[in-house]
């Protein structure tokens, strides 16, 4: 069965793999999966349609057959379990690496996030100004102990793992912010994901439906 997912139809980044239908798209790829994209607007991603794949109108979604899936730690745990690549074989280090796919979405990505909310939807109230140091100093606080327990090792717990792939693409969010620049072992730990073939093939599928020359009518 062909596995499709969704995209946006113009993503607000520009195509620089922030987006989160990337995870999905790298999970594949890591595996070795092919897949087809359906490509969304931001007014589809309201309607009955979309919102039948995603109850809360967002992307990506996944579908198999009569599977559809929706939020990316879901979809890709689904994907590391069906194929290898993603998830030791080992039970404990699965658990530990499944462990680390919860950390970055529900530990690490949360004040991130916020400072994106900080910068671009609250730049305009009056106390913006005094809140951004301190979501700023959320998120460093995360990254020193996330700096701590990485230390100098390549990878979060033994081999590349869905645990690293979720890490690493939530840091990516910070890279403008600058944040990230000032913890060396984690920016280093970024570049060795962006590194590798699989990603680099999931970086260069979404940029291409962001360039101009893009027909999404096609």
Sequence with gaps: ??????????????????????????????????????????????????????????????????LALFETGAIILHIGERHAGLLPKDAKSRARAITWMFAAV????????????????????????????????????????????LGNADWLDGPFSAGDLMMVHVLLRLRPSGILGEFP?????VARGEARPAYKRAFAAQLAINDPSHDVGG
Excluded: C
């Excluded at 999970?27 to 809360?56: C, N, T």
């Excluded at 072992?185 to 730990?189: E, Q």
């Design 1 to 66: 069965m062909t596995i499709t997912i969704t995209t946006f139809e113009r993503s607000p980044d520009g195509g620089k793999g922030l987006a989160r239908d990337m995870r999905v798209r790298w999970a594949l790829e890591e595996v070795g999966q092919p897949y087809g994209i359906r490509l969304v607007s931001f007014s589809a991603m309201k309607e009955p349609a979309h919102l039948g794949f995603h109850p809360f109108g967002q992307i990506p979604t996944y579908e198999e057959g009569d």
């Design 106 to 149: 529900n530990t690490v990505e949360p004040p991130i996030l916020e400072l994106v909310t900080a910068k671009i939807l609250e730049a305009d109230k009056p106390w913006s100004k005094e809140r951004l140091p301190l979501v700023q100093d959320r998120i460093r606080n995360r990254l020193d102990q996330l700096s701590a327990r």
């Design 185 to 189: 072992n984690l920016s280093a730990y």
